[in-house]
């Protein structure tokens, strides 16, 4: 193994309903927990999404209602989730804009608390497109040597961006063999939110990236709108977007 791990790291893909991080849900999960020995965990599981699985997204990935109508909920899983990521950083292919958020939302939506200041994200997909702009399948080709078979299942996407990250560590000698620096070198913009809607300003200030408010810093406007905080706590924003302008609301109070 090529990566240097000082901690475990987790990476892990999801089959969904849909692309929306709000409103989509997880169908199928797939976690591959690798150690600083370089042993592994794999865990497959199959999820209800308690809501009708769009025939467009059925094409992409071949889950339908049928194949998940006996599989346990996301919260019923989350128990097992938690306990698999919790000491681990999080790696995945396109993770950082959309898994990691989705998985987020699903978590805080069941009840359970997400940070990822404990977690170090790397994006596999950001390094490829770096390096090599393409997709997974023509990542794994080049990193790897191989044809992606089964591409859209959960199993095979989580074990072919493991193989793509580690690859991307031989080839290339100026990429660091460490997470932390990985997590920052997988970031195309860095946010303080995982949606991207509050991003850090070159202060490192947290300012809003869309509407009326748009660069403008956030506990400015929260001071001089005090209704604007209230309004995107009831919109249709990522709870996790909500948990962390609380987080700004609450620390510019003191």
Partial sequence: MNLKLHKPLCIFDLETTGINISKDRIVEICILKVFPDASRESKTWYVNPEMPIPAEATAVHGISDEDVKDSPTF??????????IKDSDLGGFNSNRFDIPLLAEELLRAGYDF???????????????????????AAYQFYCGKSLENAHSAEAD??????????????????PNDIAALSEFSFHNKFADLA????????NEEIFTFGKYKGQKVKDVFTKDVGYFGWIQNADFPLYTKKVLTKIQLRSKF
Avoid: C, W
Avoid at 115 to 137: C, Y
């Fill in 115 to 137: 940070d990822l200041s404990k977690h170090k994200p790397v994006d596999a997909q950001t390094i490829f497109h770096k390096m090599e702009p393409r997709n997974l399948s």
């Fill in 158 to 175: 989580t074990l072919a961006t493991f193989e793509v990250l580690d690859a991307q560590i031989e080839k290339y000698e100026d990429l």
């Fill in 75 to 84: 919260k019923e899983l989350a128990p097992k989730i938690i306990d698999m």
């Fill in 196 to 203: 991207g809607f509050i991003a850090f300003d070159d202060k």
